[in-house]
Every structure is written in C-alpha cells, then in structure tokens.
C-alpha cells in the first residue's frame, strides 16, 4: 500500500514539475523579448528571432538549480549534452535532461519494482524510460542535420547568384536567412549577427560547425577559409562546392536505399519482442506474468532485454555507412 502512495505520489510530483516548467519557459522568457528588436529586418517570424536570440545570447551555466549546475561542470557530460542541446535546437539545459532522465528512470524503477518486486529486474527495465529524453535529442539532432544538408546546395545557389548580381557576401548570406526556411536560415541568421557584431568570419564558421556537425558544411567551410586566404573568384568556388554537395548528398541517398532491407529488419526485430508481450497480455496475462513473478523468469527477462539493447547496436552499426 505504502509502495502505491510513493508510486503515485512521485508521477504527480514528476507531471507537475513538468508542467510548470514549460509553463515558465514559455511566459518567463523576458529576455528573449527585450532583445529581439535587434533582429528585425532580418527574420520574417518572431519566433525565429527568438531563436536566434537564444543563440546569441548562451550562458555559460548547465543549469539554473546551483548545486546541478556544480556536479555537470565538473564532469564532461554536462558539455557534452550542452552540445548535444545546441546541435539539436532544442531550448532546454543539461540540467533540465538530467532530471528528466534521472525522473522518468526512478519512476521506472518504482513502478518495475512493484509488479515484479526484483530489484535486479527493476535496475534494467529502469534505463530504458531514463534514456527517452536522450534519445530525443538525438532523434532531433539527426533530422535537423538531415534538414540541414538537403537545404545546403539551394542556400550556395542562392548566394552565387548573389555574388553575380553584385552583392556582398554578407548581404548574401542575409538573403539566405530571408528567404529559405529553417534551420539553414536559422543558422545562417546567426552568422550574419556575429558578423554585424564584429565576429570574424572564420570565429562565425566555427561556430556554426559546432551547432552544425556536417562534413557537407566543412567543404563549404574550407572553401571560403581558403578563399579569404589565397583570394580568387569566391562565386565559382561555391558553385563547385554546391555541385560536390549534391553528388554527396545523390551518394547518400544511393546507399540509404541500399541499407532499407537492413534498417526494416531491424526494425522489425527490435518490435518483434514488444509486440509477443502485447499480445500476450492481451490474450493470455497469466502466461507472460509468470515471467514477472517467477525468479528464473525474471533472470531470463533481464537477460532477454540486456540482449535486445546489444541487437540495437549491433544493427546500427552495421547499416551505418560513414561517407
């Protein structure tokens, strides 16, 4: 009975943490709105601004709660998953997806704990709700890089056409911000505000290779690096690059079709396991709750999970082709 208090009492705790923080997020962030101004002209939506805004402007704290803050600076995860936030355009802190993970992997823990009272059982059911905000911000950071790439070659085409119409480079890469959708104009908005707030070039691209992880965007990098330096036509330079960007971008593609066989099946091997259990349940819940009660069905459902994480990574490494 206790148990089902504590139980209940931490979800209601959890929902309503979550609850309020968005709520603040969304109606405390008064910095975002005094400063936005500076943006105008440049962006057509507000929220974009906002956005970029955030960029701009990044503390250096991992979090807002002092003591969590302390803990990450000292470790390198707490940079890592700063990175892995940026990367993604996510608003959020390392902070905040720490106690998200530590949250959802307690509550796990709880709720395993109780249905099958093992507490070996319980320890490997729990990571699994607790890597859910991690795996987020993966997810996220993979198709805004996806995004990104496939948006690249246009944004180069626009530009040297730019350049030929007799524009600057700067003005160009405004233009780019203007009139292509995000993230591409998101990021390259905050490159022509460094730019506006006498950041060099080269400290405005590396930054944008940090938020931006592509080999695609090192070539476009490279070229204009190397430009600044040896000098020469800069629009027949990026017309080059736009071209080995789509032959990339075309290889890519190639291989993704090669590897669907691959990806579905495993896909369809990671859900095999989760669909027996639903089904299970369904027809016959005394049949797999055994699994739950009984101590040597407990043991080979620990084992069965340990090895489905393993398969996981197993699959995706090998349908992972590095171009």
Known sequence: MLLNIAILVFAAV?????????????????????????????????????????????????????????????????????????????????????????????????VSHYMTNNVLLSAVIAPGPAALPYLYLVYRRSKRLREFEEQLPEALDMIVNALRSGFTFELAIKMVAQELPDPLAYEFAVVFEEQNLGVPLTDALAGLRYRVPSDDLDLLIISLVLHRRTGGNLAEVLEKTAGTIRDRFRLKREVRTKTAHGRFSGFVLIMMPIGMIAILLTLAPDYFLLLLHDKAGQYLLATAIIMQIIGIFVIKKIINIKL
Do not use: H
């Open 14 to 110: 959890f929902c309503a943490t979550l609850a309020v923080y968005y709520v603040v997020q969304s109606r405390l962030n008064w910095q975002s709105r005094a400063t936005k101004k500076r943006l105008d002209g440049l962006s057509g939506t507000a929220a974009q601004q906002t956005e970029v805004v955030s960029i701009l402007r990044q503390q250096e704290k991992l979090s807002t709660i002092p003591l969590v803050d302390r803990l990450l600076q000292k470790f390198s995860v707490g940079n890592y998953l700063k990175k892995l936030i940026v990367q993604s355009g996510t608003r959020t802190n390392p902070g905040t997806v720490v106690l998200a993970m530590g949250s959802l992997g307690m509550l796990a823990f709880l």
